[in-house]
């Protein structure tokens, strides 16, 4: 057994959260053990809660087709979200709720060990460049500890606003780059210091 199978299983069992009660199915995540590229978005939709899959939906149909535009099937990145329980009526995750689930994405990262992992909306955004607003740093990146964490906007956020698209679809073409220029790229500064000054860069 695979450690992220054993890690689905003890995912599955997670009773920590109220919405734990509610689900369908958990949506742990899904996708290749070595996975150069590790997407992470929100919390699971209703389609994700049903088949127990993430990026399933519209958003995850539109998901599947911008990693074709750079010539990516899902089956070759890791597709995770914040939490891994549907909140009720879609709400968005609440701070308990993502906290409860850190641990389990906290495995999942190191279990992968992404080189780059691109952030879907703003509550994994959050995690990884705190306090910025997303309208203002999508496209850009940021290299900690030998992980490149690039920020882009949720696919969803283009069907409901389809001026977005153009972003997102200019976004992710920047990513094979990444990827080809990730032993080149600088650190980030000290941890301390983020607060002051995030070094940001075009990807």
């Known amino acids: 057994m695979s450690a992220l199978?054993?890690?689905?299983?003890?995912?599955?069992?997670?009773?920590k959260c109220e919405i734990a009660r509610l689900r369908t199915r958990v949506v742990p995540g899904e996708g290749a053990e070595n996975a150069a590229i590790m997407f992470i978005g929100?919390?699971?939709?209703?389609?994700?809660?049903?088949?127990?899959r993430p990026f399933v939906g519209p958003a995850g149909q539109y998901l599947d087709r911008l990693l074709a535009s750079i010539k990516l099937k899902r089956e070759q990145v890791y597709i995770a979200?914040?939490?891994?329980?549907?909140?009720?009526?879609?709400?968005?995750?609440?701070?308990?709720?993502?906290?409860?689930?850190r641990p389990w994405l906290d495995r999942q990262i190191e279990i992968i060990r992404p080189k780059i992992i691109v952030t879907l909306g703003r509550y994994s955004m959050a995690r990884y460049f705190p306090g910025k607003s997303i309208s203002k740093i999508h496209g850009t990146a940021v290299k900690r500890d030998g992980v490149i964490y690039f920020a882009?906007?949720?696919?969803?956020?283009?069907?409901?606003?389809?001026?977005?698209?153009?972003?997102?679809?200019?976004?992710?073409?920047?990513?094979?780059?990444?990827?080809?220029?990730?032993?080149?790229?600088?650190e980030a500064r000290p941890?301390?210091?983020?607060?002051?000054?995030?070094?940001?860069?075009?990807?």
């Open 5 to 15: 199978t054993e890690l689905y299983r003890e995912i599955a069992s997670c009773q």
């Open 42 to 52: 929100e919390a699971p939709g209703w389609h994700e809660d049903q088949q127990g």
């Open 81 to 101: 979200n914040v939490i891994k329980c549907r909140p009720p009526n879609n709400r968005d995750p609440l701070p308990t709720e993502i906290d409860n689930c």
């Open 152 to 186: 882009m906007y949720h696919p969803a956020a283009a069907l409901h606003q389809q001026s977005l698209k153009r972003d997102i679809e200019a976004d992710i073409l920047k990513l094979p780059r990444l990827l080809a220029e990730a032993s080149q790229i600088p």
């Open 191 to 203: 941890q301390s210091e983020e607060g002051k000054q995030l070094n940001l860069f075009e990807g």
